[in-house]
């Protein structure tokens, strides 16, 4: 079992910054991609950002050169700074890691999330 422990969040202005971490806990080993969904009430959960352990990120285009995703592999954590934030920005913000087991099986796990609130 892996935990994801979520932190920050909150509420912010827009033009603002926050940042999100994320510790994982447990039994943590091979863990390769790390990152952040997204989602509002009536909507699919959507990628934020992901990070692997070799450093490799992808975002999505609605939050490029405005977040930025680091990672802490001896740590086992991942930090999501959003800076420039948007209304659009507001949701409950999802740590997620895939962890790679033996025979190629892949095992997804969630924290619980944390809400972002972005005001005008």
């Known amino acids: 079992q892996v935990q994801l422990a979520e932190s920050g969040g909150g509420l912010a202005q827009a033009g603002e910054s926050l940042e999100l971490s994320c510790a994982a806990s447990?039994?943590?080993?091979?863990?390769?991609?790390m990152g952040w969904y997204r989602q509002n009430p009536g909507k699919e959960r959507e990628l934020v950002a992901t990070?692997?352990?070799?450093?490799?990120?992808s975002y999505a285009d609605s939050v490029k050169g405005r977040f930025n995703i680091v990672r802490d592999n001896a740590k086992v954590t991942v930090v999501l700074q959003m800076d420039a934030l948007k209304m659009e920005d507001t949701a409950v913000y999802y740590c997620?890691?895939?962890?790679?087991?033996?025979?190629?099986?892949?095992?997804?796990?969630w924290g619980q999330g944390t809400q972002v609130t972005v005001s005008p």
């Open positions: 990070i692997s352990s070799a450093g490799r990120r």
């Open positions: 447990g039994s943590i080993f091979s863990i390769n991609v």
């Open positions: 997620y890691a895939v962890q790679e087991l033996a025979y190629g099986r892949k095992v997804d796990w």
